[in-house]
Each structure stands twice: as C-alpha cells, then as structure tokens.
C-alpha cells in the first residue's frame, strides 16, 4: 500500500472513531465527598415560593426581550414566563450568565422539555441520568422544568470551578468533548448570535 493509501486510511480511521460532540453527553467522573455534598445540597435546595429581583425593572425588561425571541420556540405565554424566570434564577443562583445558558438550552435540547439524547440525557440541559444517582435523590424527575435547569447549571459551574473559570473547557466538559472546539463553538455561537442583549446590571 503506498505512502499516499496509508495516510488517507489513517484520516479515514481517525473521523470514524472520533467521538462526535453532540449534545447531552456528560462523563462520570467521581467526586470527592465534600464536592459531592456541596452539589447536593445545591440541587436539593427548595427554591422560593416567588421569586423576587434586586433591579425588577431591569429584569422585567430583560423577560420582555427574551420573551419575545422565545416565542417561536415556546408560543404559550405562561410557559414562556414560568421558563425564563425559572432560568434567569437558577442561572443567577449559580454564578452563571442566563443568556449564556440559553445558548446552551438552544444547542443542547432546542428548548424541548422532553427532549431525550441518544445517551439517555435528558430534558431542557440535558442531563444524563447517573446525575441523580451521585448528588441527587430517586425522586428527583429530570423532565420537570425546575429540576432540570437546576441540575444543568451546578454540573456546569462545577465544571468552570474545575476549570478555574475557563468557559470553553467547562463547556466541553459538560458535553463530554473536553480539549475539542465544536460544541463549545456552537454553544458560544448561539449565545451570541441569538441572546445577548446590552441591559442594565440585572
């Protein structure tokens, strides 16, 4: 077989057995007991009854615009409402910008609740189900809207905590693609094409 043979197998090779990076692919890793137990007391958390604003007016203007870019993908004006300030507090709650995660909901899931990833992810963020198993509880339903934007956003700031703050390797990490561009390059890409929006501090 000749040199030019060898190297177009070798290329051939490497695509097939390349791990894509797609959406909901969380690795296992173990934790230490006291990161395990700051993650679970994170997502057992009750979150309040109402949710209240240090800016209301900041965010009121900040759930109008999303909403409106929302209302495609989620058409019930309740639903939408219920979502985003759901997300705006888990986000916030978590040292994460909101608009960032939506970036992230529009690659992971397409912003369908019950969507469910060839690996067994599942819901909005995603989340593979062993999750449940190391810092949460049996009864814990990944589907509902709460609990999955919960888990999603402790996983992913205990990945930029791992990562010292570096985005682009947290969110590899959190899609299990560690060390490679593409879907860190979607999730940034979708962030900034789709949900930035120049507003006061909210």
């Not at 177009?8 to 173990?30: D, F, N, R, S, W």
């Not at 994170?42 to 965010?59: K, Q």
């Not at 561009?181 to 929006?197: I, Q």
Request: charged content about 25%; some cysteine; hydrophobic content about 40%.
């Amino acid at each position: 077989m000749s040199r030019q043979r060898v190297s177009k197998y070798v290329l051939c090779l490497i695509l097939l057995t390349a791990a894509p990076a797609y959406p909901g692919a969380q690795q296992y890793e173990p934790l230490s007991a006291s990161v395990k137990a700051r993650m679970s007391k994170s997502v057992s958390d009750v979150a309040p009854a109402r949710i209240t604003y240090g800016n209301p007016a900041a965010v009121g203007e900040w759930l109008n615009e999303m909403g409106r870019r929302l209302q495609r993908r989620l058409p019930d004006p309740a639903i939408r409402q219920d979502f985003l300030n759901a997300l705006h507090y888990e986000a916030t709650r978590a040292g994460l910008d909101p608009e960032m995660i939506l970036g992230l909901i529009e690659v992971e899931s397409n912003f369908r609740k019950y969507a469910v990833s060839s690996a067994s992810a599942r819901g909005l963020m995603q989340v593979m189900p062993f999750w449940i198993d190391v810092i949460g509880a049996k009864e814990h339903n990944l589907f509902h809207l709460r609990t999955n934007l919960r888990y999603g956003c402790t996983i992913l700031r205990h990945y930029l905590d791992i990562e010292r703050g570096d985005l682009f390797r947290a969110l590899g990490r959190y899609n299990g693609s560690l060390g490679r561009p593409e879907y860190p390059d979607l999730v940034l890409g979708a962030w900034k094409r789709n949900w930035t929006y120049d507003s006061p501090r909210l």
